[in-house]
């Protein structure tokens, strides 16, 4: 037997995973943003005719929509991590010439083949890696998970007056 919560709340993890606000998916499936709400509160399910569209709006196949155990263990553990990297300062981290950051940048620079080279910072946090290259006259491309450290590294590049190629709040797994 279905449990409409259950696929309700399938429905909102996947839905969240996507980046998508209730609203946007309800316009690309071309239904209310009620009809939305009504689904992820276990109210009722999705019509037939809309599952195909919807597996692909949410990037997962029907049978995940309703078989969501493995999936939603991934993305609440996801969320897991994310909450855990909102709760910390990691803008302060690095912001010393610490040990770990000088050696990593000795590392890093030993890759370098060109010096206009572009260079995702995925999983960049505030961004000192990325600062840090884009002074050296690299194209940069800071990605990471959590929007307080975009809106830090933002900040920052406003304040400090960096150029960086594009600063996004994404998930490696799922990069724009």
Same mark, same amino acid.
């Given at each position: 037997?279905?449990?409409?919560?259950?696929?309700?709340?399938?429905?909102?993890?996947?839905?969240?995973? +996507?980046?998508?606000?209730?609203?946007?998916?309800a316009e690309i499936l071309q239904v209310s943003p009620q009809a939305i709400s009504k689904w992820e509160n276990g109210?009722?399910l999705p019509e037939t005719m809309l599952l195909p569209a919807l597996a692909k709006a949410l990037d997962c196949n029907i049978d995940t929509l309703f078989? #969501?155990?493995?999936?939603?263990?991934?993305? @609440? !553990?996801?969320?897991?991590?994310?909450?855990?990297? @909102?709760?910390?300062? !990691? *803008?302060?981290?690095? !912001?010393?010439?610490?040990? @770990?950051?000088?050696?990593?940048?000795?590392?890093? *620079?030993?890759?370098?083949?060109?010096?206009?080279? @572009?260079?995702?910072?995925?999983?960049?946090?505030?961004? #000192?890696?990325?600062?840090?290259?884009?002074?050296?006259?690299?194209?940069?491309?800071?990605?990471?998970?959590?929007?307080?450290?975009?809106?830090?590294?933002?900040? +920052?590049?406003?304040?400090?007056?960096?150029?960086? *190629?594009?600063?996004?709040?994404?998930?490696?797994?799922?990069? #724009?």
């Amino acid at each position: 037997m279905l449990e409409l919560m259950k696929i309700g709340r399938q429905i909102a993890l996947l839905r969240k995973a +996507k980046g998508l606000t209730g609203e946007k998916l309800a316009e690309i499936l071309q239904v209310s943003p009620q009809a939305i709400s009504k689904w992820e509160n276990g109210k009722c399910l999705p019509e037939t005719m809309l599952l195909p569209a919807l597996a692909k709006a949410l990037d997962c196949n029907i049978d995940t929509l309703f078989m #969501p155990k493995d999936e939603i263990c991934r993305i @609440e !553990e996801n969320d897991k991590v994310i909450n855990f990297y @909102e709760t910390i300062n !990691e *803008s302060v981290r690095l !912001e010393k010439q610490t040990l @770990e950051f000088t050696r990593s940048k000795i590392i890093i *620079s030993r890759y370098f083949f060109s010096d206009d080279m @572009e260079i995702a910072d995925i999983g960049g946090g505030t961004g #000192p890696y990325s600062f840090w290259l884009a002074k050296q006259g690299h194209k940069v491309h800071l990605l990471d998970v959590t929007q307080k450290h975009i809106e830090i590294a933002r900040q +920052k590049i406003k304040t400090d007056n960096i150029s960086l *190629s594009s600063c996004v709040c994404a998930d490696a797994r799922n990069l #724009p």
